[in-house]
């Protein structure tokens, strides 16, 4: 029975993304080369050789692994919403986080969870352009020194 659940949140999952990807991004103004119109595909991170999938569970190899739980704000609809939650690493390197993964990112005193739609570099270092992806505007640059995870797993 377990495994079935387990399978049914992947395949909720993988439609989600599919739902998602049709979502529009104003391109009429971009704030970056690199916008798209359309949600890119987060990098994947697990190969099949670092899932097991036993009569009773599932085991997943990641290593520093973090639980993460989101709030339902809307803006990351349908993709996040109240009883999603997610696995997460902390990235060491800016290169570890790509066009499409989701990330955790402190702005102030709040933690903010959106897509990166693109990336770069300036005088201040690495940073990344993040968009919910129920909203119509981005979150303007966030700097690798403010991630905090990028998600590598979506349970439903």
Known sequence: MAVLVLILAFLTGFLSYYAVSSVYIDTEKPFLIGLVNNIEQPTSRLSE????ILPDKVILNIKDAVLGRYAD?????PTLGENTKGI????SSPEQIRIGDIITFREGNTLVVHRV?????DEQGFYFVTKGDNNQETDGKVYFQDV??????LVY
């Open 49 to 52: 050789n670092d899932i097991t």
């Open 73 to 77: 704000t809307g803006s990351m609809l």
């Open 88 to 91: 997460r690493i902390k990235p």
């Open 117 to 121: 739609v693109a990336k770069g570099e």
């Open 148 to 153: 905090e995870y990028v998600i590598v797993v």
